[in-house]
T-cell receptor
Framework: AQKITQTQPGMFVQEKEAVTLDCTYD???????LFWYKQPSSGEMIFLIY??????QNATEGRYSLNFQKARKSANLVISASQLGDSAMYFC?????????????????FGTGTQLKVEL | GAGVSQSPSNKVTEKGKDVELRCDPI?????LYWYRQSLGQGLEFLIY????????KSGLPSDRFSAERTGGSVSTLTIQRTQQEDSAVYLC????????????FGPGTRLTVL
């Protein structure tokens, strides 16, 4: 079974509109972390936002917010007021395990990504 | 401050040759990770170093792949007897020793095996 599922291979949004990128995850761990990364055409992976499994409030970072629904195991990224520079590939990722700082509990498992295109 | 750096940015090699890819993590970051990104396989974890602990090598695809980290800083990923299926972008990341441990990635090394 896929640990991270991103069902939208491509999305279009008009400039200044909001867009939601979907992400569902599968884990039996109680403690885990969810991340979103942006990868522009230049190739570098840029960290956007983090949500811990025990965080009670949805994470926000500027125009990015994470709609975390724990019971549904979903962690959708919401980008408000889209800009042309937001056009990129977006990856959802999960780190299983909590405060363990050694061993296997630190690698990220990535989804297949969503290609977002912002149009005028 | 300086981010994660990787060298070379591009590497073209012939099948059967060995290659070394280098990663310089962010200063002060104790954890270092290698990932591989290819069209067919997406983003895959390869190996993880944390301080002086034994590395987590669970993602290395074969014994042709190895990595070391010297002095808790710079890391080298070595691929021996390269195969065409090794062609990919190899990404290095580092993180601090915090609960969040967000990983900051370098620009990657694009490896092409002819």
């Amino acid at each position: 079974a896929q640990k991270i599922t991103q069902t939208q291979p491509g999305m279009f949004v008009q400039e200044k509109e909001a867009v939601t990128l979907d992400c569902t995850y599968d884990t039996s761990d109680q403690s885990y972390g969810l991340f979103w990364y942006k990868q522009p055409s230049s190739g570098e992976m840029i960290f956007l936002i983090y949500q811990g499994s025990y965080d009670e409030q949805n994470a926000t970072e500027g125009r990015y917010s994470l709609n975390f629904q724990k019971a549904r195991k979903s962690a959708n990224l919401v980008i408000s007021a889209s800009q042309l520079g937001d056009s990129a590939m977006y990856f959802c990722a999960m780190r299983e395990g909590g405060v363990i700082l050694t061993g296997g509990g630190n690698k990220l498992t990535f989804g297949t990504g969503t290609q977002l295109k912002v149009e005028l | 401050g300086a981010g994660v750096s990787q060298s070379p940015s591009n590497k073209v090699t012939e099948k059967g040759k060995d290659v070394e890819l280098r990663c310089d993590p962010i200063s002060g970051h104790t954890a270092l990770y290698w990932y591989r990104q290819s069209l067919g396989q997406g983003l895959e974890f390869l190996i993880y170093f944390q301080g002086n602990s034994a590395p987590d090598k669970s993602g290395l695809p074969s014994d042709r792949f190895s990595a070391e980290r010297t002095g808790g800083s710079v890391s080298t990923l070595t691929i021996q007897r390269t195969q065409q299926e090794d062609s990919a972008v190899y990404l290095c990341a580092s993180s601090e020793r915090t609960l969040r441990r967000e990983q900051f990635f370098g620009p990657g090394t694009r490896l092409t095996v002819l």
